[in-house]
């Protein structure tokens, strides 16, 4: 109940509706408030005194104006409000809502200082729409009063647990103090004292507590709306043509006298009905949009927990990689220790090496000093050969690179952490998502004679990145479906395919995370060139898994059985006159690649026209109302709805012959179902046929009807029970569509001259089940008339 108060208060006022009047525009407002926004406009600038006066206006028709005013009979109520010459100049103010109100004119100068302002006439502008109207004489009297709305407004009051409030209190209303039961009206002290004095008239009120005012109030009957123009009577008859209740004077002597007029409670029915259907469906959207605000809500929680979830991941992929780095800077630094403990070793040698050699130096020095200064010549001479080839070495010795330092001081690495730091900075976060399905774009879909052409396309909003796509065709007959084209093109015909055949094909999308799922299925239907005199094409089926072509797919091979010590290849020869088959059995030669020479002769020709593929499919939940009930795998079909809703098929024709049944599981003789064809965007929400999209025959229990675009023709007795097979043919190559009950053709050709993309389709409501059967022969009646010349 308290979404609903927003309803309920005045836009212009914000609160509750006080005595609300309903404009042309169905919006309400308070009839004070009704009263403070209207804007005075000259005599000599209102429509009529224009129109009078013969004055031309080059902006703006005052005729058209005044069609929306209240004088014209097919009222609309209200026009542009930037039309007006009377519009108000003065900037619009904000009510409580939001919206805009437009001030009241500026009050008239002193009759001292200016002379008699000339008669009026008032526009009101609607605060919410802003859509403006002229008043008549009869000024805010003209608006009918809303007394559904007040009734409203009281039982919400009532039912709140809140006090009640004084109902004249300009700004924050206070708590009411007593109710006048005659002037209907909740008084707080000061209000009743300056309102409602206790003298005069008003003294023989009766002034009760607000709680039993309450009571009374629930329990007094509720006043009978009157009519605007004739205050004194009360609405009897509903004028159609104005959408609005009138009294019998109004029929007599009033607008309405030539309007046409239905019963005040009949269509008080009727518009409740309406109005109950409409909440149906509003209802169900309430209740999706209830789940949909739901499934956000999980959506918060769940995005929450992932961010959880994601910022530890990314938290330890982050700390596995600074522990790799880590241990990396260990294994660096164990290097340069082991580079400086090698070049401390080497100085300390040759610091230890050079020490010992110098010793020794100094040793000989002195020893030679020494023996300088001995006086005997002969002893010196004895030993001074010696001792001077021994100072030679020595100074040799120390002149080899003994002196030069073995090892530098430099350390010879140079760490190379350019590309960590590039990969570091190339570190970001890549899309870990599949690509959306492709769609099909079916004008651009077409078949010739033996080949087809596909297009498809990403969808409008996908952002995923996708690398190439996988056409997918099965074999003309039903059976699986085998790649026939994997690449970037968007694009691709496939030649070498059966005539008079029917294909089914599908697309899927791929990148480096994963595959899509699969676009929707397309039926595509191929036709026989009868100017051709004669035309050999490979049969067409794969021998294997081929990589993937742009231009004739299928191998000319067909391995029956993979333990077959044989190959057999099919050709298939069309002519205007003959459509025959021709196998042949050939053995392989030692390398098992080439045919042999000679082979064995043709077999007996088969005719191919009793070979020639039907369509199977079943109906689409995907493009089903949401109504719509599906089993059997989706080949019987129900609603939860009473009302009518559209089911179509999985597959949409654009030529050759097709026919399908459908046999009535439950019928309780009330609904009237209709089956037929229609194309993709019909409405779901409608009988079938109810609008320009399909093409229809909907059945009771004792007739059927033909109808498109909510026309009806050729009515025709036979009608449906439970148990009964209803036939539906479609002839693209004659452009007819036929329909036919339990074997009984109904009527001549229900529809002809049909062109395009049709789809099967089915209305029913929840009193109906009806179950689908497809890849069927034509039946009798149809093929004896094709036969005939």
Same mark, same amino acid.
């Given at each position: 109940?308290?979404?609903?108060?927003?309803?309920?208060?005045?836009?212009?006022?914000?609160?509750?509706?006080?005595?609300?009047?309903?404009?042309?525009?169905?919006?309400?407002?308070?009839?004070?408030?009704?009263?403070?926004?209207?804007?005075?406009?000259?005599?000599?600038?209102?429509?009529?005194?224009?129109?009078?006066?013969?004055?031309?206006?080059?902006?703006?028709?005052?005729?058209?104006?005044?069609?929306? /005013?209240?004088?014209?009979?097919?009222?609309?109520?209200?026009?542009?409000?930037?039309?007006?010459?009377?519009?108000?100049?003065?900037?619009?103010?904000?009510?409580?809502?939001?919206?805009?109100?437009?001030?009241?004119?500026?009050?008239?100068?002193?009759?001292?200082?200016?002379?008699?302002?000339?008669?009026?006439?008032?526009?009101?502008?609607?605060?919410?729409?802003?859509?403006?109207?002229?008043?008549?004489?009869?000024?805010?009297?003209?608006?009918?009063?809303?007394?559904?709305?007040?009734?409203?407004?009281?039982?919400?009051?009532?039912?709140?647990?809140?006090?009640?409030?004084?109902?004249?209190?300009?700004?924050?209303?206070?708590?009411?103090?007593?109710?006048?039961?005659?002037?209907?009206?909740?008084?707080?002290?000061?209000?009743?004292?300056?309102?409602?004095?206790?003298?005069?008239?008003?003294?023989?009120?009766?002034?009760?507590?607000?709680?039993?005012?309450?009571?009374?109030?629930?329990?007094?009957?509720?006043?009978?709306?009157?009519?605007?123009?004739?205050?004194?009577?009360?609405?009897?008859?509903?004028?159609?043509?104005?959408?609005?209740?009138?009294?019998?004077?109004?029929?007599?002597?009033?607008?309405?006298?030539?309007?046409?007029?239905?019963?005040?409670?009949?269509?008080?029915?009727?518009?409740?009905?309406?109005?109950?259907?409409?909440?149906?469906?509003?209802?169900?959207?309430?209740?999706?949009?209830?789940?949909?605000?739901?499934?956000?809500?999980?959506?918060?929680?769940?995005?929450?927990?992932?961010?959880?979830?994601?910022?530890?991941?990314?938290?330890?992929?982050?700390?596995?990689?600074?522990?790799? +780095?880590?241990?990396?800077?260990?294994?660096?630094?164990?290097?340069?220790?082991?580079?400086?403990?090698?070049?401390?070793?080497?100085?300390?040698?040759?610091?230890?090496?050079?020490?010992?050699?110098?010793?020794?130096?100094?040793?000989?020095?002195?020893?030679?000093?020494?023996?300088?200064?001995?006086?005997?010549?002969?002893?010196?001479?004895?030993?001074?050969?010696?001792?001077?080839?021994?100072?030679?070495?020595?100074?040799?010795?120390?002149?080899?690179?003994?002196?030069?330092?073995?090892?530098?001081?430099?350390?010879?690495?140079?760490?190379?952490?350019?590309?960590?730091?590039?990969?570091?900075?190339?570190?970001?976060?890549?899309?870990?998502?599949?690509?959306?399905?492709?769609?099909?774009?079916?004008?651009?879909?077409?078949?010739?004679?033996?080949?087809?052409?596909? /297009?498809?396309?990403?969808?409008?909003?996908?952002?995923?990145?996708?690398?190439?796509?996988?056409?997918?065709?099965?074999?003309?007959?039903?059976?699986?479906?085998?790649?026939?084209?994997?690449?970037?093109?968007?694009?691709?015909?496939? &030649?070498?395919?059966?005539?008079?055949?029917?294909?089914?094909?599908?697309?899927?999308?791929?990148?480096?995370?994963?595959?899509?799922?699969? /676009?929707?299925?397309?039926?595509?239907?191929?036709?026989?060139?009868?100017?051709?005199?004669?035309?050999?094409?490979?049969?067409?089926?794969?021998?294997?898994?081929?990589?993937?072509?742009?231009?004739?797919?299928?191998?000319?091979?067909?391995?029956?059985?993979?333990?077959?010590?044989?190959?057999?290849?099919?050709?298939?020869?069309?002519?205007?006159?003959?459509?025959?088959?021709?196998?042949?059995?050939?053995?392989?030669?030692?390398?098992?690649?080439?045919?042999?020479?000679?082979?064995?002769?043709?077999?007996? +020709?088969?005719?191919?026209?009793?070979?020639?593929?039907?369509?199977?499919?079943?109906?689409?939940?995907?493009?089903?109302?949401?109504?719509?009930?599906?089993?059997?795998?989706?080949?019987?079909?129900?609603?939860?709805?009473?009302?009518?809703?559209?089911?179509?098929?999985?597959?949409?024709?654009?030529?050759?012959?097709?026919?399908?049944?459908?046999?009535? &599981?439950?019928?309780?003789?009330?609904?009237?179902?209709?089956?037929?064809?229609?194309?993709? &965007?019909?409405?779901?929400?409608?009988?079938?046929?109810?609008?320009?999209?399909?093409?229809?025959?909907?059945?009771?229990?004792?007739?059927?009807?033909?109808?498109?675009?909510?026309?009806?023709?050729?009515?025709?007795?036979?009608?449906?029970?439970?148990?009964?097979?209803?036939?539906?043919?479609?002839?693209?190559?004659?452009?007819?569509?036929?329909?036919?009950?339990?074997?009984?053709?109904?009527?001549?050709?229900?529809?002809?001259?049909?062109?395009?993309?049709?789809?099967?389709?089915?209305?029913?409501?929840?009193?109906?089940?009806?179950?689908?059967?497809?890849?069927?022969?034509?039946?009798?009646?149809?093929?004896?008339?094709?036969?005939?010349?």
């Amino acid at each position: 109940m308290e979404e609903m108060e927003e309803e309920l208060k005045c836009p212009v006022c914000g609160s509750f509706y006080r005595e609300p009047i309903i404009l042309p525009c169905s919006h309400n407002l308070c009839q004070a408030c009704a009263r403070n926004i209207l804007v005075q406009t000259p005599e000599s600038e209102s429509p009529q005194s224009r129109r009078a006066s013969g004055s031309a206006v080059s902006d703006y028709d005052y005729l058209d104006l005044d069609k929306m /005013s209240l004088y014209s009979e097919a009222d609309s109520g209200y026009g542009s409000y930037g039309g007006f010459a009377s519009a108000p100049t003065t900037p619009c103010q904000k009510s409580p809502n939001g919206v805009r109100v437009f001030p009241p004119a500026a009050p008239p100068p002193p009759a001292a200082l200016a002379p008699p302002p000339p008669p009026r006439n008032a526009c009101l502008t609607c605060p919410q729409c802003h859509r403006s109207l002229v008043l008549d004489e009869r000024g805010l009297r003209g608006f009918p009063r809303n007394r559904l709305l007040e009734g409203v407004i009281d039982r919400y009051q009532q039912g709140r647990a809140a006090a009640l409030r004084c109902q004249l209190c300009e700004k924050a209303p206070k708590e009411a103090a007593v109710m006048c039961e005659q002037c209907d009206v909740f008084y707080c002290d000061p209000c009743r004292l300056r309102c409602h004095p206790p003298r005069g008239p008003l003294a023989k009120h009766r002034l009760v507590p607000p709680a039993q005012g309450r009571v009374s109030r629930r329990l007094s009957p509720r006043k009978i709306s009157t009519c605007t123009d004739h205050e004194l009577e009360n609405h009897s008859m509903y004028c159609v043509q104005c959408k609005s209740p009138v009294c019998y004077q109004c029929l007599e002597e009033g607008k309405h006298s030539s309007h046409e007029v239905k019963a005040l409670g009949a269509m008080w029915k009727l518009h409740k009905s309406q109005l109950s259907q409409a909440l149906n469906g509003l209802s169900d959207r309430a209740k999706e949009a209830k789940e949909f605000l739901v499934q956000l809500r999980n959506m918060v929680q769940q995005i929450q927990e992932n961010s959880v979830e994601f910022e530890a991941c990314l938290v330890a992929q982050c700390d596995a990689l600074i522990d790799a +780095l880590n241990r990396r800077k260990a294994q660096l630094l164990s290097r340069v220790n082991k580079e400086h403990e090698h070049k401390l070793k080497v100085v300390r040698d040759q610091i230890s090496h050079c020490t010992v050699k110098l010793r020794q130096t100094t040793g000989l020095m002195e020893y030679c000093l020494e023996v300088i200064k001995e006086n005997d010549p002969s002893g010196f001479l004895q030993i001074s050969d010696a001792l001077i080839r021994r100072v030679h070495l020595t100074e040799d010795q120390w002149g080899k690179g003994t002196l030069t330092p073995r090892m530098t001081t430099d350390f010879d690495l140079n760490l190379d952490n350019a590309p960590l730091l590039q990969s570091i900075h190339q570190l970001d976060f890549v899309q870990m998502k599949v690509p959306a399905p492709p769609i099909l774009q079916l004008e651009e879909c077409c078949t010739h004679n033996n080949s087809a052409t596909l /297009s498809w396309k990403q969808p409008p909003l996908s952002t995923v990145q996708v690398e190439g796509y996988i056409l997918e065709l099965d074999d003309g007959n039903g059976g699986q479906f085998r790649e026939v084209y994997v690449g970037k093109e968007t694009m691709c015909t496939v &030649d070498g395919l059966h005539f008079n055949s029917t294909y089914s094909a599908r697309v899927k999308a791929f990148n480096k995370t994963g595959v899509s799922p699969y /676009s929707k299925t397309l039926v595509l239907q191929t036709s026989e060139d009868m100017q051709s005199e004669e035309q050999t094409l490979p049969f067409p089926v794969p021998l294997e898994r081929s990589q993937l072509r742009r231009m004739s797919p299928f191998s000319s091979t067909l391995n029956l059985q993979p333990s077959f010590p044989g190959r057999s290849y099919f050709e298939l020869r069309s002519s205007a006159h003959q459509l025959s088959l021709h196998s042949s059995l050939q053995s392989l030669n030692s390398a098992g690649c080439n045919f042999e020479t000679q082979g064995t002769p043709y077999s007996q +020709l088969v005719d191919i026209k009793k070979m020639v593929a039907v369509a199977w499919f079943s109906f689409d939940p995907a493009s089903a109302h949401a109504d719509i009930i599906f089993s059997n795998d989706n080949l019987t079909v129900t609603c939860n709805s009473y009302d009518d809703r559209v089911v179509l098929g999985k597959t949409g024709f654009s030529k050759g012959l097709h026919y399908w049944e459908l046999s009535i &599981d439950r019928y309780d003789n009330h609904p009237d179902p209709a089956f037929g064809v229609a194309r993709i &965007d019909v409405l779901k929400d409608a009988m079938l046929g109810k609008d320009d999209k399909a093409w229809a025959m909907y059945v009771d229990n004792n007739r059927s009807w033909f109808m498109h675009n909510n026309s009806h023709t050729n009515r025709t007795e036979g009608g449906i029970t439970k148990g009964a097979t209803v036939g539906v043919l479609l002839d693209l190559t004659r452009r007819t569509l036929t329909f036919s009950i339990n074997e009984d053709q109904q009527g001549p050709v229900a529809f002809e001259n049909l062109e395009g993309l049709f789809f099967p389709a089915v209305s029913l409501n929840r009193n109906v089940q009806v179950t689908l059967h497809t890849g069927l022969p034509v039946p009798e009646f149809y093929a004896s008339r094709s036969a005939m010349p």
